[in-house]
């Protein structure tokens, strides 16, 4: 099972997640769901990255990404983060939605 963690601030933006574990819905490098999860996850990264300029704190290892926000952004910045990490969240929740049984979701304030 792919477990997702989303990490907000007490303003409701997201400013973190953490991706671990594999679906197996499918045999390894047929699997739409862990493909889909990570796919969304690393994109994200490389928005914060190559859009925003942000230098992302991150780790990717086989069944696990995480990343976070570092603690010296703008609001300007924090506000266009968020919506990148939010249109990450969207496609999360609508792969969780159409796979639930392969998907645990976690969106909670730190």
Do not use: F
């Not at 953490?18 to 047929?30: C, K, W």
Request: charged share 20%; proline share 1%.
């Amino acid at each position: 099972m792919i477990k997702i963690i989303i990490e907000r601030d007490i303003h409701k933006r997201v400013i973190g997640y953490t991706v671990e574990g594999h679906a197996n819905a499918a045999e390894y490098g047929q699997d739409i769901v862990c493909a889909s999860i990570s796919v969304l996850a690393q994109t994200a990264i490389l928005a914060l990255h190559d859009l925003l300029s942000i230098h992302v704190i991150y780790e990717m290892e086989d069944g696990w990404i995480s990343c976070k926000l570092p603690n010296n952004l703008s609001d300007k910045l924090l506000v266009q983060a968020d919506l990148i990490l939010s249109t990450m969240l969207i496609g999360m929740k609508a792969t969780h939605n159409m796979y639930s049984e392969y998907i645990e979701l976690h969106d909670r304030e730190v």
